[in-house]
């Protein structure tokens, strides 16, 4: 029994000889730090970590380095341009520190004419070879993959380019500043679209391309369709509702104001605007060179919700010009009278030149 009670003291001191070290690494292990709910808390004797002053300019760029807006840098607490480093935003190029419009390199004046209530004037626009350049590389193909594009998309796609945007919206702030009547500013865009010269050598030489309604402005001349989609943008941004007439199998555009419904083409709640050359909204041409008349009917291509535009009174000059243009070459003094006054008022031409000039 003595033997016994010897080896189990034994054992148990060969045991607590093996078990107590490794208490003793453990509590090593924890002596600087206590796990709480699975964080570690720094105990006071740990070594705390010096804080470091991390220097920022005002909109939050580090020193010495560039800005997330382009061209600009932080040196030394300030925010400086600095393009040589930092680059420039897409379309734009560096002059200098500084960053130009890659659009901007070589401007000319366009003046574009037009005659309101009787009265000639005209708007000048700088217009920039880069961008016709840039829009006129783009491509006009469209791929079924699977669903062709719609043909408001394909239009739409023409109106709402994005680079061409601001520089057509200078045109249509020009337009306002002549006056801040709303229906003088829709005439004054309409007026002057159709002034714009038909393309028709390209359209004979069947070279066109379908210009951008900015190339429009650029080259100051465009066929049917190219007009229709610059007018639709004008009379969009003016705030009137739009819509454009396509009859493909004439092949050929007009422009659809938003008007009462009585004066409106077909009942469709827009007015017919023809772009081709100066001539009264609302007044539809008998006969086209090479097309003829406009028999189909047309596809309505909305562009825009947006006022509704009275046009009443060009509807009763429009009624009045077919009335006397049913009479024959040989007016009476009156209707002469009466012709050669709307011919005035809408500066249309006669034989290629404008009526009173």
């Known amino acids: 029994m003595i033997k016994k009670i010897i080896v189990m003291t034994i ?61 600009y840098y932080c040196l030394d607490g300030n925010i400086i341009k600095k393009a040589s480093v930092c680059g420039c935003p897409k379309n734009q190029i560096a002059s200098y520190e500084n960053c130009v419009s890659a659009f901007e390199i070589t401007p000319f004046e366009q003046t ?35 669903e062709c594009p719609s043909s408001r998309e394909i239009e739409m796609k023409y109106i709402d380019n994005t680079e061409q945007k601001p520089y057509m919206k200078k045109l249509v702030s020009k337009i306002k500043s002549k006056t801040s009547d709303k229906k003088e500013q829709a005439r004054i865009a309409i007026a002057l679209v159709q002034r714009i010269p038909y393309a028709d050598t390209e359209r004979r030489n069947n070279a066109l391309t379908g210009r951008y309604p900015y190339e429009v402005l650029f080259d100051n001349r465009g066929v049917c369709g190219e007009k229709s989609l610059l007018l639709a943008f004008l009379l969009r941004e003016i705030g009137y509702g739009v819509s454009l007439f396509h009859y493909p199998e004439e092949k050929h555009m007009t422009v659809g104001l938003k008007c009462p419904l009585e004066y409106s083409y077909q009942e469709s709640g827009y007015c017919f605007i023809e772009t081709v050359e100066p001539i009264i909204p609302t007044y539809i041409p008998s006969k086209y ?17 947006g006022k509704t535009f009275d ?17 024959g070459l040989v007016l009476q003094p009156k209707d002469y009278a009466i012709w050669r006054d709307l011919m005035k008022k809408y500066g249309i031409y006669v034989r290629g030149r404008l009526f009173f000039r």
């Open 11 to 71: 054992l148990l001191f060969l045991i607590g000889c093996v078990i107590e070290p490794r208490e003793e690494i453990q509590k090593e292990n924890v002596n600087d730090t206590q796990i709480q709910a699975g964080e570690v808390i720094v105990k006071e004797s740990a070594v705390e970590e010096k804080s470091v002053d991390i220097r920022r300019c005002n909109d939050g760029t580090l020193y010495n380095e560039c800005s997330v807006q382009k061209p």
């Open 112 to 146: 574009f004419t037009y005659t309101l209530n009787g009265r000639e004037n005209s708007i000048s626009l700088t217009v920039y070879k880069e961008l016709n350049d840039f829009l006129s590389a783009k491509p006009r193909k469209y791929y079924c993959n699977p």
């Open 289 to 305: 060179v090479d097309i003829g008349s406009l028999d189909s009917d047309p596809e309505i291509i909305q562009v825009s919700e």
């Open 311 to 327: 046009i009443s009174e060009e509807y009763s000059d429009a009624r009045e010009l077919k009335r006397i243009n049913s009479i």
